[in-house]
């Protein structure tokens, strides 16, 4: 699951290896690119520590350039020109494809033929982007002209964009049961209403990789989600507090909580940590007492815990769970990739077991509405 947090970063979920010995043939990858002449061009495999170089090559006076496509596992691949120039591509062996672009910018102007789930996933990315790019316009125009009411514009554009991924999401994965790039599209599902397509997909998966570990971990996730599905009670959990005291999860009710798990050596979670804080003074003092963001550490010891606590000063409620991974509240919530958060209500039942990150704008606004019910 630790693999997948580290994809989820990239902005894509999943690589899947597969099981036919047809996947170790060796295809090619034509490609020509303008203003690149003489440049290098790389061919790279997503992998937990970075990137590893499968081909080189340079390009001719035209940009003409050609690759082996030595893929032996159908997985998410990368064609590189520059440290941000990046073509994300999902190949297996034996394809042949065929690339063009702008080697400036080849993310926003590549066209690839020869793999339909590169293909797909070409679709699936330009989309989020076109859709993006129009609603960062109308927010730099709006702001322009009625800069006091920015940030109200702000949350209804960030609802656009949520609901806007989402129903797109949905047609996309219903339509793309069978091919691996339905899993990038899952991460802009709402989770809570998406249930019954996602376990589609999950079967679907897993008839066409059964043994494959990262199917296996999405099996898992969705094993996860379903144990506390929305309208569920909240399990009941005791922390110890940095008073010493211990501290009960039933104890917020009649309050919204927004749970982020998190850890003192987990750099994805300190990362989202500075939304958090933004978050939390965007809100009245009347929000502060209908919303509380509960930080649970399961660092493995209580000094590394207060330590970092005390370097962060993140505004809230803070509590610890002995035991770390193996520790009763990470196994009553399933959790086995950092950060997760965990999205409850007023009535103390579950509102999404895998909420969305603090950086999403999207979030704010969610905790506003079941603030205000």
Same mark, same amino acid.
């Given at each position: 699951?630790?693999?997948?947090?580290?994809?989820?970063?990239?902005?894509?979920?999943?690589?899947?290896?597969?099981?036919?010995?047809?996947?170790?043939?060796?295809?090619?990858?034509?490609?020509?690119?303008?203003?690149? +002449?003489?440049?290098?061009?790389?061919? $790279?495999?997503?992998?937990? +520590?970075?990137?590893?170089?499968?081909?080189?090559?340079?390009?001719?006076?035209?940009?003409?350039?050609?690759?082996? +496509?030595?893929?032996?596992?159908?997985?998410? *691949?990368?064609?590189?020109?520059?440290?941000?120039?990046?073509?994300?591509?999902?190949?297996?062996?034996?394809?042949?494809?065929?690339?063009?672009?702008?080697?400036?910018?080849?993310?926003?102007?590549?066209?690839?033929?020869?793999?339909?789930?590169?293909?797909?996933?070409?679709?699936?990315?330009?989309?989020?982007?076109?859709?993006?790019?129009?609603?960062?316009?109308?927010?730099?125009?709006?702001?322009?002209?009625?800069?006091?009411?920015?940030?109200?514009?702000?949350?209804?554009?960030?609802?656009?964009?949520?609901?806007?991924?989402?129903?797109?999401?949905?047609?996309?994965?219903?339509?793309?049961?069978?091919?691996?790039?339905?899993?990038?599209?899952?991460?802009?599902?709402?989770?809570?209403?998406?249930?019954?397509?996602?376990?589609?997909?999950?079967?679907?998966?897993?008839?066409?990789?059964?043994? +494959?570990?990262?199917?296996?971990?999405?099996?898992?996730?969705?094993?996860?989600? $379903?144990?506390?599905?929305?309208?569920?009670?909240? !399990?009941?959990?005791?922390?110890?507090? !940095?008073?010493?005291? $211990?501290?009960?999860?039933?104890? *917020?009710?009649?309050?919204?909580?927004?749970?982020?798990?998190?850890?003192?050596?987990?750099?994805?979670?300190?990362?989202?940590?500075?939304?958090?804080?933004?978050?939390?003074?965007?809100?009245?003092?009347?929000?502060?007492?209908?919303?509380?963001?509960?930080?649970?550490?399961?660092?493995?010891?209580?000094?590394?815990?207060?330590?970092?606590?005390?370097?962060?000063?993140?505004?809230?409620?803070?509590?610890?769970?002995?035991?770390?991974?193996?520790?009763?509240?990470?196994? *009553?919530?399933?959790?086995?990739?950092?950060?997760?958060?965990?999205?409850?209500?007023?009535?103390?039942?579950?509102?999404?077991?895998?909420?969305?990150?603090?950086?999403?704008?999207?979030?704010?606004?969610?905790?506003?509405?079941?603030?205000?019910?």
């Amino acid at each position: 699951m630790k693999f997948i947090q580290f994809l989820l970063v990239l902005g894509v979920l999943f690589s899947i290896q597969a099981c036919s010995d047809k996947n170790k043939e060796t295809g090619v990858i034509h490609g020509k690119f303008t203003n690149a +002449n003489g440049i290098t061009v790389y061919l $790279q495999r997503i992998v937990e +520590n970075g990137e590893e170089n499968l081909d080189s090559t340079k390009t001719d006076g035209d940009g003409n350039f050609t690759l082996k +496509n030595n893929a032996n596992a159908l997985d998410y *691949y990368m064609v590189r020109t520059g440290p941000a120039n990046v073509i994300y591509l999902v190949l297996k062996g034996g394809e042949t494809i065929e690339l063009s672009g702008d080697a400036k910018n080849i993310e926003h102007s590549y066209t690839v033929k020869g793999s339909e789930d590169s293909e797909l996933l070409k679709e699936l990315r330009q989309f989020e982007k076109n859709l993006g790019d129009s609603l960062n316009q109308v927010y730099a125009t709006f702001r322009e002209e009625n800069p006091a009411r920015k940030d109200s514009a702000g949350a209804v554009l960030q609802r656009c964009y949520s609901e806007t991924m989402a129903s797109f999401s949905k047609k996309f994965i219903d339509k793309h049961l069978t091919s691996i790039v339905s899993l990038s599209a899952t991460k802009f599902l709402n989770q809570q209403t998406s249930i019954e397509l996602m376990v589609k997909l999950e079967n679907s998966l897993s008839k066409q990789f059964p043994e +494959n570990k990262y199917v296996q971990d999405y099996k898992a996730l969705m094993s996860d989600l $379903q144990k506390l599905p929305p309208g569920s009670e909240a !399990p009941e959990i005791k922390l110890a507090s !940095p008073a010493g005291e $211990q501290l009960a999860l039933s104890s *917020y009710r009649g309050k919204v909580v927004l749970i982020d798990f998190w850890a003192s050596w987990c750099g994805p979670c300190r990362q989202q940590f500075p939304f958090s804080k933004q978050m939390h003074e965007k809100l009245t003092e009347e929000q502060r007492k209908k919303i509380v963001f509960l930080y649970i550490s399961i660092d493995d010891t209580q000094e590394a815990w207060k330590k970092a606590m005390e370097q962060l000063q993140l505004p809230g409620e803070h509590g610890w769970s002995e035991g770390g991974w193996n520790s009763k509240v990470t196994q *009553y919530f399933g959790i086995q990739a950092i950060p997760r958060y965990i999205l409850i209500g007023k009535d103390g039942k579950m509102v999404d077991a895998n909420a969305k990150r603090p950086s999403d704008e999207f979030v704010l606004s969610q905790l506003l509405k079941l603030a205000d019910k």
